[in-house]
């Protein structure tokens, strides 16, 4: 299935930069392991902006060859997916909201209204 990703670039950025995965860790006092984990995550990890921040000024810190300062979007990737589509009944396709669920609490609803006026105007 197609969709809208978010990429994670930190192993080109620190391939870019010459920024070893072990200097990393030692630079955010972070183990090395958890540096290894963030660097081979093919879609962005959960970060809180402290990490984030953390890992910039840590990846500008040890960066060779810098030209400019290296920021979150830096690390981070947009790969847009196809535009879904849209049928008469505007469903859109793929979808996994439960469409029909709700046309039929719709439905439902409306029913209940228009028997709550006839039994009113009688």
């Given at each position: 299935?197609?969709?809208?990703?978010?990429?994670?670039?930190?192993k080109?950025?620190?391939?870019?930069?010459?920024?070893?995965a072990?200097?990393?860790?030692?630079?955010?006092?972070?183990?090395?392991?958890?540096?290894?984990?963030?660097?081979?995550?093919?879609?962005?990890?959960?970060?809180?902006g402290?990490i984030?921040?953390?890992l910039?000024?840590?990846?500008?810190?040890?960066?060779?060859?810098?030209?400019?300062?290296?920021?979150p979007s830096?690390?981070?990737?947009?790969?847009?997916?196809p535009?879904?589509?849209?049928?008469?009944?505007?469903?859109?396709?793929?979808a996994?909201?439960p469409?029909?669920?709700?046309?039929?609490?719709?439905?439902s609803s409306?029913?209940?209204?228009?028997?709550?006026?006839l039994?009113?105007?009688?």
């Amino acid at each position: 299935m197609n969709q809208a990703l978010i990429k994670w670039r930190l192993k080109e950025v620190m391939a870019r930069h010459n920024v070893k995965a072990r200097d990393l860790a030692a630079e955010m006092g972070v183990s090395a392991n958890s540096v290894s984990n963030l660097r081979n995550a093919r879609t962005m990890p959960r970060l809180d902006g402290e990490i984030l921040n953390n890992l910039c000024e840590s990846l500008n810190r040890l960066a060779q060859d810098l030209e400019g300062e290296i920021t979150p979007s830096d690390l981070i990737g947009y790969v847009r997916g196809p535009n879904p589509v849209i049928d008469e009944n505007f469903e859109i396709k793929g979808a996994k909201a439960p469409t029909q669920q709700k046309k039929s609490r719709v439905a439902s609803s409306e029913t209940e209204k228009e028997n709550s006026l006839l039994s009113t105007a009688a």
